[in-house]
């Protein structure tokens, strides 16, 4: 059984930055799509960035290029979403994933939430103005 666990979350004002952390443990596969995602109050959740193991693959959304990067270390079974000028658009639980889904050279990891069978409890993010 896969497990995952995210920390870093907080409440901060518009501009700043945080960095969220997932730890994965268990029957994890060798290499595997992992990434975060997030839901808002009264919206469904959404992909944000997702990256496979090495660090290829990264696949993020219009929402937050730029602004938002993802990265992994596999040797700690860890993975990052490091978020710079953060917005009070921003504003909600953040939720890390794994996928045991194999990709190629030159594919990218999806987004879709269906992709990802293994989810953590998510971590509140707060952004006020």
């Known amino acids: 059984q896969v497990h995952l666990a995210e920390s870093g979350g907080g409440s901060l004002q518009a501009g700043g930055s945080l960095k969220l952390s997932c730890v994965v443990s268990?029957?994890?596969?060798?290499?595997?799509?992992m990434g975060w995602f997030r839901q808002a109050p009264g919206k469904e959740r959404e992909g944000v960035a997702v990256?496979?193991?090495?660090?290829?693959?990264?696949n993020t959304a219009n929402s937050v290029k730029g602004r938002f990067t993802i990265s992994e270390d596999s040797a700690k079974n860890t993975f990052y979403l490091h978020m710079t000028n953060l917005k009070p658009e921003d504003t909600a639980i953040y939720y890390c994933?794994?996928?045991?889904?194999?990709?190629?050279?030159?594919?990218?990891?999806?987004?879709?939430?269906?992709?990802?069978?293994?989810w953590g409890q998510g971590t509140q993010v707060t952004v006020s103005s």
């Open positions: 994933a794994d996928s045991p889904r194999v990709i190629g050279f030159g594919q990218f990891c999806p987004l879709t939430e269906w992709e990802y069978p293994h």
């Open positions: 268990g029957s994890t596969a060798s290499s595997s799509c």
């Open positions: 990256v496979y193991t090495g660090g290829f693959g990264i």
